[in-house]
């Protein structure tokens, strides 16, 4: 038996004649601390020796109201007498000098008192009476307010009737509380039995050695508590990222190992940088309000810094400026492209990058950026998210270097087992292509886009050699990654889920 703790053995003497108990008799019984039984019975059911079962009740006891409602009465019946001691008739506009009522509490007994039938209103000579015949019996609700004074009641105890009153008095508010509590019975199994009959008598143990204990002697006469290195332990839940977080930095950290330089840039964009730079035209349909979220105050910004930059793209969407384009036919406006939104690309911050004066050539950048859309919220798509985005500058780059750049993605961050390629369009790529990637347990799942930026993208920005870009979505990288079906799931509260997560 000496791998039983005392208050295992304590529980075990009180459970002896196998019946089942509950927890509050086992304290009675045991005259040990709620959390010493709870434990203990935990430590015994771990080892087979008992059995543990949850039954939850429901119980109901007085709220606010319904304290008042006990010293006082039901508002309908402080009505109702305060017309009987009137004379049973009383008019309406002066009902309410005769109690302490409230407006809404009147409104209340007025209501109640007539659909008990406890009242009736007659009208005479254009004026409201209120007429009570007789002072009405206790009502079954008043009643289970009477009981309720006692404390709290389980429903199953509860007649009928009164399940149909408490129904009622719950529509009223703050009369009557309802919660959920679970009982826990415990009895011994088959083993816990035989062991149980071992058991005879439990005596004082310790487990710390005391300065006093070895002065006084006393240490010779007491048993020291042998430790069960298999006993249950409370779990710990060591701190860590959240999944997803912690997967976005470890992207940073492979792609800055790969020679990458991250590239950054403001949420609150221009629609230069977001579209017109990129060779959207204004009147494109994913420039429309249900595609972008738009700034309202200040609805404008100031790009005079970036003056020489605007005339070249102002120019190339008209009539083609120096690139060899025909352009797109139309007249630009430059109040527009100052148009303040929310980002909805991170392909904006490559349109930042080759204008900035730390670009380099050839050179390799990325982002991961935040990004805003309005969209129908489902299992693939959120109001905003992620995309990693990345251009890669070189004179003798090639649309295969971009292919692939884009498998490796998929495979060594997505752990994907194939993937797919199939031609595209973009405004600012050509050619363009769209990344799938297939997973055994997710299935085809769709990254994102890419592709060589068009010379119109590329010249009026003042930039001469080839760009491959792609802007993947991160978010359902992380997805197929992880397993999981609903893009929701990676910003989820579940703790369970949260825990349940490695720390890598």
């Known amino acids: 038996m000496a791998e039983l703790h005392q208050l295992e053995k304590s529980l075990l003497i009180a459970l002896k004649d196998g019946k089942k108990i509950n927890l509050h008799t086992l304290l009675k019984k045991t005259k040990l601390p709620y959390a010493s039984v709870a434990r203990a019975s935990v430590w015994l059911s771990s080892k087979g020796y008992t059995k543990i079962e949850e039954v939850k009740k429901s119980f109901i006891k007085l709220d606010s109201e319904g304290k008042k409602i006990l010293k006082k009465g039901l508002p309908e019946r402080i009505l109702v007498e305060a017309v009987l001691k009137n004379g049973g008739r009383t008019l309406v506009d002066i009902v309410s000098t005769l109690t302490e009522l409230s407006k809404d509490e009147l409104n209340v007994a007025l209501g109640w008192g007539r659909r008990k039938e406890w009242l009736n209103f007659s009208r005479e000579n254009g004026k409201m009476f209120i007429i009570v015949k007789e002072k009405p019996a206790k009502g079954i609700d008043e009643q289970l307010i009477e009981q309720l004074s006692k404390g709290s009641i389980t429903i199953d105890s509860l007649t ?17 509380y309802r919660h959920e509590d679970v009982d826990r019975f415990i009895t011994l199994t088959k083993l816990g039995r035989t062991v149980a009959k071992q058991v005879k008598e439990v005596g004082e143990e310790i487990s710390q050695l005391s300065p006093e204990l070895i002065k006084s002697g006393k240490w010779r006469d007491i048993r020291f508590r042998k430790y069960d290195i298999k006993a249950p332990v409370a779990k710990i839940w060591a701190g860590k990222k959240q999944p997803y977080l912690r997967f976005l930095d470890d992207m940073k950290q492979k792609l800055v190992s790969l020679g990458f330089t991250e590239m950054v840039g403001p949420t609150v964009e221009f629609m230069f940088f977001n579209c017109d730079a990129l060779y959207m035209p204004q009147d494109h349909p994913a420039r429309e309000i249900h595609d972008i979220y738009y700034i309202k105050s200040p609805s404008h910004g100031d790009l005079s810094s970036y003056t020489s930059l605007i005339n070249n793209v102002k120019a190339t969407h008209e009539n083609g400026w120096e690139t060899n384009s025909k352009g797109w036919g139309y007249s630009f406006s430059l109040e527009a492209t100052k148009r303040l939104i929310l980002r909805s690309q991170g392909t904006a911050l490559s349109a930042r990058m080759l204008v900035d004066a730390k670009l380099e050539i050839p050179g390799k950048y990325f982002s991961i950026a935040r990004c805003y859309r309005p969209d129908v919220i489902d299992r693939t798509h959120l109001t905003e998210f992620n995309h990693v985005e990345g251009i890669v500058l070189g004179a003798d780059l090639t649309f295969k270097d971009l292919l692939g750049i884009l ?6 961050t997505a752990g994907a087992d194939k993937v797919r ?21 997710s299935g085809w799942l769709e990254f994102g886009g890419a592709g060589m930026f068009r010379p119109e993208v590329t010249l009026p920005l003042g930039i001469n050699v080839p760009v491959i870009a792609w802007g993947l979505g991160i978010d359902r990288i992380f997805m197929m990654k992880s397993g999981i079906s609903d893009i929701r799931d990676i910003f989820s509260h579940d703790l369970n889920w949260l825990r349940s997560q490695k720390v890598i």
């Open 407 to 412: 498998k490796m993605f998929a495979i060594e």
């Open 160 to 176: 009928s009737q009164q399940i149909l009153s408490l129904n009622v008095l719950m529509k009223r508010p703050k009369i009557i």
């Open 421 to 441: 390629f199939k031609p595209d369009y973009f405004p600012f790529t050509e050619p363009s292509v769209e990344l799938s990637a297939y997973k055994a347990d």
